[in-house]
């Protein structure tokens, strides 16, 4: 299975600053990659698919970059809103695998 | 829209087995990929299967030998099945659309205690 090590696990930002959530994965997979964010008591929303697209409907201050094996998230301007678990998950082979998460709070 | 909605027992017992429903309006489970993937407490996900709009199944290879998922296209719902569950099963189930290899689409999540 390829192994996606997500960082980090948590972090604190302050309103309006420029946040970065990375994931490595075990093997290269080819921009097949995508980010969810995941409130509290809530099920997950795609924000970032393909690496660098962005869902429709998700606000412009998330996007996504990377190849390879490095991946990153960033946000934009930190939102009160934006406070969330994030994830990433590869689809480049089966099983499909997700990173560990993190937990994103506001300052 | 999609919706999915999954439905089921909270509880089930070790040694049992789990079955879930996940009900979907909005769209044909005859079209495109249908999947289940659960959190498990502490946060891990897990991608567990998916039925395709022929009804062929793919599975996790950690589950192959005790998860099948099945559908009824006349009700629009697609079903798990995991059988021989232990307390490392306790987890929120979700269902999902699959749209090539991302869920853009989520059920609410349901969470099963395996706990005697």
């Known amino acids: 299975d390829i192994q996606m090590t997500q960082s980090p696990a948590s972090l604190s930002a302050s309103l309006g600053e420029t946040v970065s959530i990375e994931c490595l994965a075990s093997?290269?997979?080819?921009?097949?990659l995508a980010w969810y964010q995941q409130k509290s008591g809530k099920s997950p929303q795609l924000l970032i698919y393909?690496?660098?697209r962005l869902q429709d409907g998700v606000p412009s201050r998330f996007s996504g970059s990377g190849s390879g094996t490095r991946y990153s998230l960033k946000i934009s301007g930190m939102q009160p809103e934006d406070e969330a678990d994030y994830f990433c998950?590869?689809?480049?082979?089966?099983?499909?695998?997700f990173g560990a998460g993190t937990k994103l709070e506001l300052k | 829209e999609v919706q999915l909605q999954e439905s089921g027992p909270g509880l089930v017992k070790p040694s049992q087995s789990l079955s879930l429903t996940c009900s979907v309006t909005g769209y044909s489970i005859t079209s495109n990929y249908w999947g289940w993937i659960r959190k498990f407490p502490g946060n891990k996900m897990e991608w567990m299967g998916y039925?395709?709009?022929?009804?062929?199944?793919s599975y996790n290879p950690s589950l192959k030998s005790r998860i099948s998922i099945t559908r009824d296209t006349s009700k629009n719902q697609f079903f798990l099945q995991l059988n021989s569950v232990t307390t490392e099963d306790t987890a929120t189930y979700y269902c999902a659309k699959k749209f090539l290899g991302w869920f853009a689409y989520w059920g609410q999540g349901t969470l099963v205690t395996v706990s005697s």
């Open positions: 998950q590869q689809s480049y082979k089966y099983p499909y695998t």
């Open positions: 393909a690496a660098s």
């Open positions: 093997e290269g997979i080819s921009n097949d």
């Open positions: 039925i395709s709009y022929s009804g062929s199944t």
